[in-house]
């Protein structure tokens, strides 16, 4: 009891905003706004880019993983070590935008989702960038602690690319008019060098498997042709025998630095 009475109050506002965040998915769900789901939504201005629909029942193992995370940091992870603190406020920062989301997107506002989709992505990269420069943790630990946000940062940056676009195709100009197949190559080329740059930069193989989950599921987009089938495909296999080096690379170079403080 003494310890968590000793936790710092960002880190039980943490826990707040991440059932905060859980509530509002759940009505968007059950009752979304706007009387349309994300999937409806989606369908409306579908693009090649996007995943087949199974792909975003990846949301509850993002949840699941993040859950984890939240209440560990708050009952359970060690009080003086201050990187908690420091990543609380980016990690409210993403629960508060991600629920801002849901209703710009189901309300149709594509140029609103994009931007707070950006702000989303922006906080969970600043997370990583804290869990990069952090010492205090333990070189193997602290790529359990990245799973979480590896999970959440990989499936928003795929989400950023599908939401530019939508917004290029249905809110700037026709992607028809630039070759919409030709569109999707030189995204999931994109795609496929941001998930391994990011990957290595952050030290979190979470990354690159999520973008091998979405190439997965962006092969079984009905409307692909058989060539895009093949990249999407081709992408993602090698995104996961990537994934599987990084792991093991990640776990070999980890520093035994154990709990310092901060």
Do not use: C
């Amino acid at each position: 009891m003494n310890q968590l009475s000793k936790v710092s109050k960002i880190r039980w506002l943490v826990i707040l905003f991440f059932l905060l965040t859980i509530i509002t998915n759940y009505i968007a769900q059950v009752n979304p706004f706007n009387g349309q789901t994300n999937g409806e939504v989606s369908a409306k201005y579908s693009t090649l880019i996007t995943p087949a629909a199974y792909a975003f029942s990846i949301w509850g193992v993002i949840f699941l993983a993040l859950g984890i995370y939240v209440f560990y940091q708050a009952m359970w992870a060690p009080v003086e070590l201050k990187v908690f603190n420091h990543m609380a406020k980016w990690l409210i920062a993403s629960f508060i935008t991600t629920s801002l989301w849901l209703p710009a997107f189901q309300y149709e506002l594509l140029l609103l989702s994009l931007i707070i989709m950006f702000l989303i992505l922006f906080s969970l990269i600043r997370i990583s960038s804290i869990l990069v420069k952090d010492k205090t943790i333990s070189g193997s630990w602290r790529i359990w602690l990245k799973i979480p946000f590896g999970l959440f940062l990989g499936w928003i940056a795929v989400a950023t690319i599908v939401n530019t676009t939508v917004v290029i195709k249905y809110a700037v100009v026709s992607i028809g008019s630039i070759d919409e197949q030709m569109w999707l190559w030189i995204t999931l080329a994109l795609g496929f060098i941001l998930a391994i740059l990011i990957s290595k930069w952050s030290r979190n193989a979470s990354i690159s498997l999520v973008f091998a989950w979405a190439y997965f599921a962006i092969g079984k987009n009905e409307s692909q042709t058989e060539d895009s089938l093949i990249l999407a495909t081709t992408g993602a296999i090698m995104l996961l025998l990537i994934s599987i080096f990084f792991m093991y690379s990640f776990y070999k170079s980890s520093e035994n630095v154990g709990f310092k403080g901060a």
